[in-house]
């Protein structure tokens, strides 16, 4: 009986019931949270050290947390996909809710979603992977483009590795709004995402006006949550397959900012006299 489902299950069901609600407010949340750390952060920056104080704590602590934040990632990762399977309480709890976004998400709205998810298309990242690269070439970023083909590529490579080794089918549907042929567990869609729109965001803070930070921080927020959630909208993916995909593209994406800084924090201690 339904009744008697598990909690998690049951709450899933009602999650996929109010889901563009959640939805909603999960994206709102997400944007004004990313202006307001960026607005912090800007804050903070203002604050500098004093000439001569070393830079070397600040950046062994960057790092370290850095690193932390990696190892938390690749566990979460590892202990989602530990509960998946036929019959495991998280296998049923997305299955449920991908029965219920199925039933309550009308029809029009997935229309809209379907438009939405091509923004994290490897068809629309590729030739905007290219563009960024030349551009920053151009400028004699030569670093930054380095940088930004390496953490592109490095999702590229794998994230396809990993689905090869969970090797999880998809959930079924049947509207037909999109189709996927690969294995589901991570979501490329959601590591591709927060990969390229969190370099982007790194690219303008690094090379854009203040006044275009928060901006930047408020539209990478929004596009990552929009594409990660629409994924699930369309039942191409579960919703652990989107949070395993942001996992492990969050744990990426802060290997490659680590490494630009890192080489930043170098190159400025070169030029010194």
């Not at 449920?96 to 976004?101: E, G, S």
């Not at 969050?250 to 680590?258: D, I, K, N, Q, R």
Request: proline letters at 4%; glycine letters at 8%.
């Amino acid at each position: 009986m339904f009744t008697e489902a598990p909690a998690l299950v049951l709450l899933a069901r009602q999650l996929g019931e109010h889901s563009l609600a959640w939805f909603t407010g999960v994206l709102a949340l997400s944007v004004l949270g990313a202006g307001s750390v960026c607005r912090a952060w800007q804050q903070r920056r203002t604050r500098t050290l004093p000439t001569g104080e070393p830079e070397e704590p600040r950046l062994a602590a960057a790092l370290a947390m850095g690193f932390l934040a990696i190892l938390g990632a690749a566990s979460l990762v590892a202990y989602i996909a530990s509960k998946l399977g036929d019959g495991r309480l998280l296998g049923l709890a997305d299955q449920a809710l991908a029965d219920a976004i199925g039933d309550h998400v009308p029809w029009a709205a997935l229309v809209v979603f379907s438009w939405l998810t091509h923004l994290g298309d490897a068809e629309l990242l590729a030739p905007v992977c290219l563009i960024v690269a030349l551009l920053l070439w151009r400028k004699a970023h030569h670093g930054l483009a380095l940088g930004w083909m390496m953490a592109l590529g490095g999702i590229v490579l794998l994230n396809p590795a990993l689905k090869r080794i969970f090797a999880r089918a998809r959930p079924l549907h049947d509207h037909g709004l999109a189709l996927e042929t690969s294995f589901s567990f991570p979501s490329g869609h959601s590591a591709g995402a927060i990969v390229s729109y969190g370099m982007l965001m790194y690219l303008a803070l690094r090379l854009l006006p203040a006044r275009w930070h928060v901006p930047a921080a408020m539209a990478a927020a929004a596009a990552i949550v929009t594409i990660a959630c629409s994924r699930v909208f369309l039942q191409v993916h579960f919703a652990s397959d989107v949070a395993a995909g942001l996992l492990t593209g969050l744990a990426w994406l802060l290997v490659c900012v680590s490494s630009l800084e890192y080489a930043r924090h170098r190159k400025r201690r070169r030029s010194r006299p």
